[in-house]
């Protein structure tokens, strides 16, 4: 069980980085920017978030290209995603996520928000909440896990939410992030 809010793509936006993590203190147990926030590594604004490296992060280029976190017990891997050319295909991400024994792949890059699932793989890219693309919506992700049921509700930046993009994927996980 668990909750967390993903960003990506932010391109030196701070107002709204600060907007969002007033809007979800204490809602959610983990906070995901999947880079090209263009900010420094110390920045106040990125402070609680779990901070991947973009390809424009050129202050930040201290931040690691992935990260593996857990939310309640399942593993989720996070990376900004132009080392795995998502605008092209998502084999090479779906590989290394994998790898790291992830159920969840966050990620962004296309700024283009969307959830979905392949061969027990969760992808999730919270889109862009600068320069969206394929909606007019400049949008973040939260994700949501309870009793194995995964849920990815998408917002606009004003909080509120695109139903046509949410989903919920009905395959069960259980605590060693297998299907059951």
């Known amino acids: ?33 999947c880079g090209d926030s263009e900010l420094s590594t110390n920045a106040e604004e990125l402070s609680g978030f779990v901070t991947v490296k973009g390809n424009m992060d050129y202050l930040g280029d201290d931040f690691p290209n992935e990260a593996i976190e857990l939310l309640g017990q399942t593993c989720i891997y996070i990376t900004h995603g132009h080392l795995y050319d998502v605008k092209m295909s998502y084999l090479s991400l ?3 996520a994998e790898e790291t024994g992830a159920k969840i792949a966050c990620f962004g890059h296309s700024h ?8 027990g793989m969760i992808f999730i890219n919270p889109g862009s909440i600068r320069l969206p693309r394929g909606t007019f919506e400049k949008t973040y992700a939260v ?38």
């Open 143 to 180: 994700l949501e896990i309870e009793e194995g049921m995964v849920s990815v509700s998408f917002y606009s930046l004003d909080g509120i939410r695109i139903d046509q993009l949410c989903k919920t994927f009905g395959e069960k996980i259980n605590n060693k992030n297998k299907k059951v």
């Open 94 to 96: 779906a590989y290394r």
């Open 112 to 119: 283009v928000a969307e959830a979905f699932e392949r061969e």
């Open 1 to 33: 069980m668990g909750k967390a809010l993903i960003v990506s793509d932010s391109h030196g936006l701070t107002d709204e980085l600060v907007t969002l993590k007033k809007r979800f203190d204490g809602e959610v147990d983990l906070m995901i920017h």
